[in-house]
């Protein structure tokens, strides 16, 4: 019976070691994608936010290779966000291919604006509602009503991304809720 028992768990530790390993090669092809789309848009990426806020049309903010790529398209001219403010988002999802898409932009395509609480120093509950490349985009546009092109690494996206180890392109904005 033992014997049975040990090759059991011999099984199961080499499948989640397989399993492991075919998570890492995937999230390293995500950054491979990521890379190839940047190259094929002649994106320029900037490794600091710019000191006027100002983003030319191909400036795109990068820290690293697990954080979000991101490019200020508009400037907010509301309220400046704060950590506990409850948030409005509004999101069109691209793949990087550009084959699909799912839009969440207007009241037509979802009756109610998705409303979070933007809380960066904490890890965002990952659902599909709420990702850590949210938070951070919202804490780089700064203002109520800014608008921003950003690239999402699963790892900091949402579920079905993570799930799926899919990054994806977002136009999205937010509006800060009054208290």
Same mark, same amino acid.
């Given at each position: 019976m033992k014997k049975y028992i040990v090759i059991i768990l011999a099984a199961f530790a080499l499948f989640a070691c397989e399993s492991s390993k075919n998570y890492s090669v995937q999230v390293a092809n995500?950054?491979?994608?990521?890379?190839? +789309?940047?190259?094929?848009?002649n994106l320029n990426i900037l490794s600091s936010y710019p000191k006027d806020s100002v /983003?030319?049309?191909?400036?795109?903010?990068w820290e690293n290779e697990d954080s979000i790529v991101f490019h200020l398209t508009q400037k907010g001219n509301g309220r400046e966000v704060k950590v506990g403010d409850i948030v409005q988002v509004r999101?069109?999802? +691209?793949t990087l291919d550009g084959k699909d898409s799912v839009s969440y932009w207007t009241t037509s395509d979802?009756? /109610?604006p998705l409303e979070i609480m933007y809380n960066p120093n904490s890890a965002?509950?990952?659902?599909?509602?709420?990702?850590?490349?949210?938070q951070s985009a919202i804490g780089?546009?700064?203002?109520?009503?800014?608008v921003a092109d950003i690239i999402i690494p699963s790892p900091i996206g949402l579920l079905h991304a993570f799930n799926s180890v899919t990054a994806?392109?977002?136009k999205f904005t937010f509006l800060v809720l009054p208290k």
């Open positions: 995500q950054k491979k994608k990521i890379k190839e +789309y940047i190259a094929k848009h /983003f030319k049309p191909a400036d795109y903010l999101w069109v999802q +691209y979802l009756s /109610f965002a509950e990952r659902n599909n509602l709420n990702c850590i490349g949210w780089k546009m700064k203002h109520s009503g800014a994806y392109r977002y």
